[in-house]
Structure formats: C-alpha cells, structure tokens
C-alpha cells in the first residue's frame, strides 16, 4: 500500500468545495484542518487529503482521479 497525499487550493466558494467533495467521494479523506489566507483581492482556502492504494510510490504516479 502507498499513501497519497494532495494539497487543494482555490477560491473559497462553491467550486473550492464541490473538489473537496469530488476528492472525498472518490475515497480520498480529509488531512488536518483547512485554511484561509487572504491574498489582497479574496479569501482562498487550502485543504489536505490522502488516500491509501494499492502499488507501490514512484515519480509518476497520478494524484487526481485514482
């Protein structure tokens, strides 16, 4: 097993959580508390997730839709 790890990063609306959500129904589960900066113009929120699968690590593994 392999454990994988991928930050989320947007605009803090709608869109930001419906790929949260995507992330959360495709297996994938939330890592750590999310957070809010705010760049000068709007909020922008970031969120971890990982998810266990099976195989082994290596460079070209895909962290989107697995």
């Known amino acids: 097993m392999v ?3 991928s930050f989320l990063t947007g605009p803090d609306d709608a869109a ?3 790929r949260v959500a ?3 129904n495709d297996g994938w589960e939330l890592y750590g508390s999310p ?3 705010f760049d ?3 909020v922008i929120a970031g969120q971890a997730v ?3 699968v099976a195989g082994e690590f290596h460079q070209e593994i895909t962290l ?3």
Do not use: A, M, N
Request: charged content about 45%; glycine content about 4%.
């Open 3 to 5: 454990k994988l790890y």
């Open 16 to 18: 930001f959580c419906k």
């Open 22 to 24: 995507e992330r959360l």
């Open 35 to 37: 957070c809010l900066t």
């Open 40 to 42: 000068g113009k709007s």
């Open 50 to 52: 990982i998810k266990e």
């Open 64 to 66: 989107t839709k697995r």
